[in-house]
């Protein structure tokens, strides 16, 4: 593997020392930006801009374009691999995801295929493959997926929930079923993953976007058990190289020791956990990765470069940081504000590095 | 102030020793309860409910003559304060609160009035008097407000939200006029809780709903500062008895040590906090309330009781707890399923208790 031209975002995700902050932003080839929406508009529907390598290779790279970005991220959605197992996925305009065939009971989960990527989601690796030679290795290239658990409350509950009254449901009254569906789908998450590496991605990051719905046992054994199972069959040595490894559980940070014992290499996040504080758990054992409030993107870009030095300055210095929201860029920012939080980490993130930087980073 | 019969509440609350653990609900006077439905729709009107005294009362009862609970609590809104501030609050059926005279500028902030609640807000203390009548002091009446931090995101959103995005703003570039607002609100929930108390309620709790949206710099600034000046101004001090006070932040399990040296007697927790682990943080400085998951009461009884246990064995014995759902009760829970977490309570926690229990209260 060739490393990009510019690599800090995998230096500070392997705490190796960096010149700057890197910063990439969640959902940053998305609807914020108008070149997105005319790319989405032409393709007809969302999916199939995540089933058409040009169009998924056109608008990952569409934001790296516009920003200086320190990393691209593959163009997809957590669901691909729910809908491979046959859910039939189905995007309702203002209502988000919704599956026609949900699981409903044991059986569905015992008939559920565990898919192979090359032949059942190609698209996925030839976006990859696509996107990198566009790239040219200007950044690196980032895969995801969904976690086990997060891709479970879609597929239990059918789409999005507020309550995910069905499969708690599940968990409290079937555990074992449950933990089936698990099962299966950290196969499939490691496979899928897996095969976005061998495509040639550069780092990768597990979504576990509603494991903090859970109380803290559950999330252990329901979400993090698995996210830690993945993790180990992951094939992150490349050589003398790896391939970094990043986890975020949006309301997590009360789990922050758990999570940086399960084998990433680092921790995504969310806006509500101090930085500082988070750094001060985590010891040396991952480096950080996130967490300006999206919202704090509406104010001004005056206010937004206090904001970034504000999370910047929690952090305190030294690698291990890589900067990011605290969640996915919220749809009707202003470009121009995006363009304000990326220049202020480049003008501001140098003075939190150099000899202490180095030092830290032993 | 002569005690209630059943006064294992206010002794947890204060860490006393108790021969069990006593319990009480969220909601407990809500739309689960086919006779609060009954009484509901005889009203006309959700306001009606609590602007009536005599309606109040009766729904503040229903739950402590149906099921075995150690406290009630008055049949109120976290809303009746900037209804009384004039802002014109509405109940649109479904769809929640709505104010039609929302905050929008730093002149709205400073002509809004602080109630008098004895004569702006007359329903409360005579509902507080009318129910401790009708309780005969069986057992200890909770009064609350919500936390200035949650009346104002209602204020200014003009109801309820998702991202939080006009509060948010104001807080990013005008904080100066915020904590303005927060000023007058924490001056008008200490009034009204002074209220309270004077009228008779025997423990007051702070509901701060939504200061778990906040990073943690802003939720000490914006949430828990205000929450810390009402407490300080409470008229807890009744000759030789004490008023217990409660603090919760859905959503603050991070914050539990700052929350902890707040001058609150119990920290309510949401069911996402690990109740062991959360004592170990706060030590012996205040005591708990909560913390099952809501949904779990969509489970069997069996599982109902498996969790309540769940939930004893975490805190680990002793007092200083006081049983509850982690987030208000939903209303499709079955009644016959509250009944069954509450006798769960009765049944396993004295075996918490007895000579630990003496013990560690000191």
Not at 182 to 187: C, V
Not at 284 to 304: F, M, R, W
């Amino acid at each position: 593997m060739k490393s990009s031209a510019n690599d800090c975002f995998i230096r500070a995700l392997l705490r190796k020392p960096v010149e700057r902050t890197p910063v990439w932003i969640m959902r940053q080839a998305g609807r914020y930006l108008p070149e997105y929406r005319r790319v989405r508009e032409q393709a007809g529907s969302f999916m199939k801009l995540c089933t058409t390598p040009e169009l998924a290779c056109e608008v990952t790279l569409q934001p790296v374009e516009r920003y200086r970005l320190d990393a691209a991220i593959l163009f997809s959605d957590i669901l691909t691999i729910p809908h491979a197992m046959g859910l039939g996925l189905e995007f309702v305009e203002g209502e988000g995801p919704h599956f026609s065939r949900p699981i409903r009971s044991a059986a569905d989960i015992r008939h559920l295929p565990v898919p192979d990527p090359e032949i059942e989601l190609p698209y996925v690796p030839e976006s990859v493959r696509l996107i990198q030679r566009a790239l040219q290795r200007k950044v690196p290239l980032i895969g995801f997926s969904g976690s086990p658990w997060t891709l479970a409350t879609y597929m239990v509950e059918g789409g999005g929930s507020r309550e995910f009254r069905k499969i708690k449901q599940l968990m409290y009254e079937q555990p074992q079923w449950l933990h089936q569906l698990l099962i299966k789908l950290a196969d499939a998450v490691t496979c899928y993953l897996n095969a976005q590496i061998a495509a040639g991605v550069d780092a990768v990051m597990l979504f576990d976007t509603w494991g903090g719905v859970l109380a803290t046992e559950e999330y252990e054994q329901f979400s993090l058990h698995y996210a830690t199972q993945i993790v180990e069959k992951l094939h992150t040595r490349i050589g003398s190289s790896k391939i970094p490894t990043i986890l975020f559980t949006k309301g997590g940070g009360q789990w922050l020791q758990a999570m940086s014992r399960s084998g990433y290499d680092a921790l995504g996040l969310d806006w509500t956990t101090h930085m500082g504080r988070a750094r001060s758990r985590v010891g040396d054992k991952v480096a950080l990765q996130g967490n300006l409030d999206p919202v704090a993107l509406y104010a001004s870009p005056e206010t937004i470069r206090s904001q970034v030095n504000n999370v910047l300055r929690q952090f305190g210095g030294g690698t291990g940081h890589v900067f990011n929201l605290g969640h996915g860029v919220l749809p009707d920012t202003d470009p121009a504000h995006v363009g304000a939080m990326i220049e202020a980490v480049h003008e501001l993130s140098p003075a939190c590095h150099g000899a202490a930087g180095i030092e830290s980073a032993g």
